[in-house]
């Protein structure tokens, strides 16, 4: 079955929508400040998309652009005048940054409160010991594909593929603390297809076009990919050969139209939740 990720992303963001309509009769409208730094066609992309999904569902947005040659110090000011901003709820910086610009430490200058995309280190830390914060979109976006085919995950075997601190390692703690039994695999994994044969989940997000293909997949798994490739026609595709995969797994969510329009949702979806905290203080 597919597992139609524009539906269920829509239906996400119209409880979205009515969680911001409700702040709003509170005198409060959420906002997220996107910083674009360069000029990135795929980032300017992702960036639009981001701030149109803002202003369809109630949300306040700020796009700051700024030049390839921008300052680490002048992006850090920037960081710190939004940090202070009482109209901002949630900061994204656009990554990938121009490599004179240190990605970490631009990060970890976003207050964890606003960090709505949950890549600094205090986020990831409350993911890894449990406690309640801000969680990285993507992953969390594959959490509602897999909650949506009503499999419980207690007990069921995961194998993520991909363990970048930004999609495989929170995709492996989010169903870990959903009580899965995790695997984790990557590059230096030697034989990948012994591992996904067992698994009832599996999460692709290496970023390589058929890195799953059917003979790797048990019949009526869950096959949720996270990759953005290109195909020889320059289509897009993800990492798992869907046409074959498709006739093992019991579900599979496609690209496009599975996990990038759930991450846009839980983007969303974490700057409400920055802006619900930030009014119950
Ligand atoms: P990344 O940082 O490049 O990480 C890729 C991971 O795949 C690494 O951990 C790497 O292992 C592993 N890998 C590489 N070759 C492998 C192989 N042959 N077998 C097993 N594992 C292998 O990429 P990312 O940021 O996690 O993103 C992954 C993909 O998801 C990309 O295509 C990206 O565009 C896409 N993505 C999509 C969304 C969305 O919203 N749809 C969001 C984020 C990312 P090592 O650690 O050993 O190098």
Redesign the pocket.
């Known amino acids: 079955m597919l597992i139609d990720g524009a539906a269920i992303a829509k239906q996400f963001r119209a409880e979205v929508a009515l969680r911001a309509a409700a702040l709003n009769a509170r005198g409060i409208t959420p906002g997220l400040a996107v910083i674009l730094v360069g000029d990135d066609p795929a980032s300017a992309v992702y960036v639009r998309n981001k701030l149109r999904a803002c202003v369809e569902n109630g949300l306040h947005s700020v796009l700051e652009r700024y030049d390839a040659t921008m300052a680490q110090a002048d992006l850090l000011a920037r960081i710190e005048a939004l940090n202070a901003d009482p109209a901002i709820h949630g900061i994204l910086v656009q990554m990938p940054l121009p490599r004179h610009l240190d990605a970490q430490r631009v990060i970890e200058a976003i207050a964890p409160a606003k960090d709505v995309d949950g890549f600094s280190v205090a986020s990831a830390g409350r993911l890894l010991t449990g406690l309640p914060g801000l969680r990285p979109?993507?992953p969390l976006?594959c959490m509602k594909l897999i909650q949506s085919t009503g499999i419980a995950l207690r007990g069921k075997h995961a194998v993520v593929?991909?363990?970048?601190?930004?999609?495989?390692k929170p995709m492996a703690l989010l169903l870990l603390q959903a009580h899965a039994t995790v695997t984790v695999?990557?590059?230096?994994?030697p034989d990948?297809a012994l591992h996904t044969r067992q698994a009832d989940i599996v999460v692709a997000?290496?970023?390589?076009r058929n890195?799953l293909i059917a003979t790797m997949v048990k019949p009526g798994a869950v096959v949720i990919d996270?990759?953005?490739?290109r195909d020889d026609a320059g289509k897009l595709c993800?990492?798992v050969d869907f046409a074959g995969v498709s006739q093992v797994a019991g579900w599979i969510s496609p690209?496009p139209g599975?996990?990038?329009p759930?991450?846009?949702a839980l983007l969303l979806a974490n700057t409400l939740q920055a802006a619900e905290q930030a009014a119950a203080h």
């Open positions: 979109a993507t976006g593929i991909g363990r970048s601190n930004t999609v495989g695999c990557h590059s230096a994994t990948l997000a290496v970023g390589r890195t996270v990759g953005i490739n993800g990492d690209v599975g996990v990038g759930m991450t846009i």
